[in-house]
C-alpha cells in the first residue's frame, strides 16, 4: 500500500507521487499516516510542495493540503504545477526565490493579475501566475513572477534599489525600482535578445535586464 503514495524531497521543497489508479480517499488515508509519523522531522518547515504521478482537481489539491496542516507543522509556501513546457524554468525560479523571499518574510500569491487588478505588498511576493496588460504590482520588496509580465511592476517601492524584478517572460507596460524607472523600449529591446527567465536589477542608476541562469 505504501507505494501508492512517494513523498521526495527536493531542493524547493516535497514532491509527492500519487497512484494513478488507486482510490483518491485511500491515498489520503496514506498520506495522513506517512505525514503524521515524520512529523518531528518537518518540524516548523517552509517548502514548496509539487505532485507526480496523477491529475488533481483543485479540490484534490486543497484536501491534500488539509491533511498536510492538519498532521504537521509543515508551511507550504506555494503549489508548483506541473508543466511540460515551463516546469524547467518554473521550478528554475521557485527555486532560486524561496530561500530569499522566506527570509524576508515575503508573500506568494497564486492566480494570474487581470486588467485593472492591483496587488500590494509590504515584503517580496512570488506571483505563480501571469501579471496582465493593465494589472499592476506593488511590492516593498523583489517581484518574482512565474509567469509572463505585461502590465505594471514597481519593485523596490520604499525607495529599495537593491529589489529586483524576475519574469518567464519580460514586456511590462512600466518597470520601476526604488525610484528608477525603466524605459519601455529598451527593457523590451533587452527582453527580445535573452532567451528563457529573465531579471531585472538597478546598476549605475539604470534598470537593466539579465538571463536569470546563466
Excluded at 501566475?129 to 523596490?156: M, P, Q, T, W
Amino acid at each position: 500500500m505504501d507505494r501508492l503514495v512517494t513523498i521526495r524531497s527536493s531542493r524547493y521543497g516535497l514532491d509527492i507521487e500519487l497512484d494513478q489508479e488507486a482510490d483518491f480517499d485511500a491515498l489520503l488515508e496514506i498520506l495522513a499516516d506517512k505525514f503524521r509519523s515524520s512529523a518531528r522531522f518537518f518540524k516548523d518547515a517552509k517548502m514548496a510542495l509539487s505532485f507526480s504521478g496523477r491529475h488533481l482537481t483543485r479540490t484534490e489539491e486543497e484536501k491534500i493540503l488539509q491533511i498536510i496542516s492538519e498532521n504537521t507543522q509543515i508551511d507550504i509556501l506555494c503549489v508548483v504545477e506541473q508543466n511540460d513546457k515551463n516546469e524547467p524554468m518554473y521550478r528554475s525560479i521557485v527555486e532560486q526565490s524561496l530561500t530569499d523571499i522566506s527570509k524576508r518574510d515575503g508573500q506568494f500569491y497564486r492566480g494570474t493579475l487581470g486588467k485593472r487588478e492591483i496587488l500590494e505588498s509590504d515584503s517580496s511576493i512570488v506571483i505563480l501566475g501571469d501579471v496582465e496588460l493593465g494589472a499592476r504590482v506593488v511590492a516593498k520588496g523583489s517581484v518574482v513572477i512565474v509567469g509572463s509580465l505585461y502590465g505594471a511592476v514597481h519593485a523596490g517601492a520604499s525607495g529599495d534599489r537593491d529589489a529586483f524584478v524576475v519574469a518567464l517572460s519580460m514586456q511590462p507596460k512600466q518597470l520601476c525600482i526604488g525610484d528608477i524607472e525603466a524605459k519601455r523600449q529598451v527593457i523590451y529591446q533587452e527582453s527580445l535578445n535573452i532567451r528563457g527567465p529573465k531579471i531585472a536589477v538597478v546598476d549605475g542608476g539604470r534598470i537593466y535586464l539579465d538571463p536569470l541562469v546563466d
